[in-house]
């Protein structure tokens, strides 16, 4: 049980465009997803929390017109990158509480814009 | 600042010795501390959690000690596998009922044949 999954992947995308990953939680329901960034060698840096039919909260320094959430359901939250440019690429992580205070994270999008 | 310090140089042991990592903090009065495994390309993967008045946790051959005077957790592998290299991550949260985690930056484990 506890699964979250996301895609794609991977994205490659040219500089300007919009790119938008999905999070799912598989076998669980989740009011609460998390959405992370981490550049290599760095630890996860958190970005949002994503709160089912609310707005999301930005942590400090992060762009809420850039990086827009929709948690649109209790299985799926959905981050777009808006105008992307090169200083966006990383590795988007999400992540969704089950009901307790373990965090469940996904695989992992792996964002190179060009 | 909150600052979470985890051993940035990769430790490297030989198969079926104990690892044992650690996770300094500052500046912090978590209420509960994490720790994860996360492997190259994948996202974290859940291994243990520690609350503030435990002392110590165990789970098969991992095992987490949590010293809030020291402001310090253990992470111990017992007799560890090649299967255990990966990165280990620790975790921090302020309070028991909200999960925002703060993260350090992980330590990277090597276990030769």
């Known amino acids: 049980g506890a699964v979250v999954s996301q895609h794609p992947s991977r994205v490659i995308c040219k500089s300007g465009t919009s790119v938008k990953i999905e999070c799912r939680s598989l076998?669980?329901?989740?009011?609460?997803m998390f959405w992370y960034r981490q550049f290599p060698k760095q630890s996860l840096m958190l970005m949002a929390t994503?709160?089912?039919?609310?707005?999301?909260?930005?942590e400090q320094g992060v762009e809420k017109d850039k990086f827009l959430i929709n948690h649109a359901s209790l299985t799926l939250s959905t981050l777009t990158v808006t105008s992307a440019h090169p200083e966006d690429s990383s590795f988007y992580i999400c992540?969704?509480?089950?009901?307790?205070?373990?965090?469940?994270f996904g695989p992992g999008t792996r964002l190179t814009v060009l | 600042s909150q600052k979470i310090e985890q051993n940035s140089e990769a430790l490297n042991i030989q198969e079926g010795k104990t690892a044992t990592l650690t996770c300094n903090y500052t500046n912090y009065s978590p209420a509960y501390l994490q720790w994860y495994r996360q492997d190259p390309g994948r996202g974290p993967v859940f291994l243990l959690l520690i609350r503030e008045n435990e002392k110590e946790k165990r789970k098969e051959r991992l095992k987490v000690t949590f010293d809030t005077t020291l402001k310090q957790s253990l992470f111990h592998i017992t007799a560890s596998q090649p299967a255990d290299s990966a990165t280990y991550l620790c975790a921090l949260a302020p309070g028991s009922g909200y999960s925002t985690l703060t993260f350090g930056k992980g330590t990277m484990l090597l276990v030769s044949p």
């Open positions: 994503s709160n089912e039919g609310s707005k999301a909260t930005y």
């Open positions: 076998d669980f329901q989740a009011t609460t």
């Open positions: 992540s969704a509480v089950q009901g307790g205070n373990e965090q469940f």
